[in-house]
């Protein structure tokens, strides 16, 4: 599976994007597919996952409620709407998918998209 993310960009505290991310090739059916992010000088950290068919959500504890990760099967693209934005979200994201039924932890996904940038500015 190939991965393009794309929507990134500059974006004030309490602003929003929302990130997409275009899926090519084979995808896995209910296996996931996750956003990630790191910022400078820190580990990357999941951000949150679905599963291909859309069902079973997760999101680190430190969303609050604030993003959304969807999937468009039609599309095969899955998307990351991101409210209520802090600087602290400051960071490159990333798609990335896996073979796993059960993952979270960014280094069981094997396949990893380009990432994109979001700048949230005070």
């Known amino acids: 599976v190939q991965l393009q993310a794309s929507g990134g960009g500059l974006v004030q505290a309490g602003g929003s994007l929302r990130l997409s991310c275009a899926a090519s090739g084979r995808t896995f059916g209910n296996n996931l597919i996750g956003w990630f992010r790191q910022a400078p000088g820190k580990e990357r950290e999941t951000v949150a996952t679905?599963?291909?068919?859309?069902?079973?959500?997760y999101y680190s504890d430190f969303v609050e409620g604030r993003f959304t990760i969807s999937v468009d099967n039609a599309k095969n693209t899955v998307y990351l709407q991101l409210n209520s934005l802090k600087p602290e979200d400051t960071a490159v994201y990333y798609c990335a998918a896996t073979t796993f039924y059960f993952a979270s932890d960014p280094k069981k996904f094997a396949y990893w998209g380009q990432g994109t940038l979001v700048t949230v500015s005070s």
């Open positions: 679905i599963r291909w068919s859309g069902g079973s959500t």
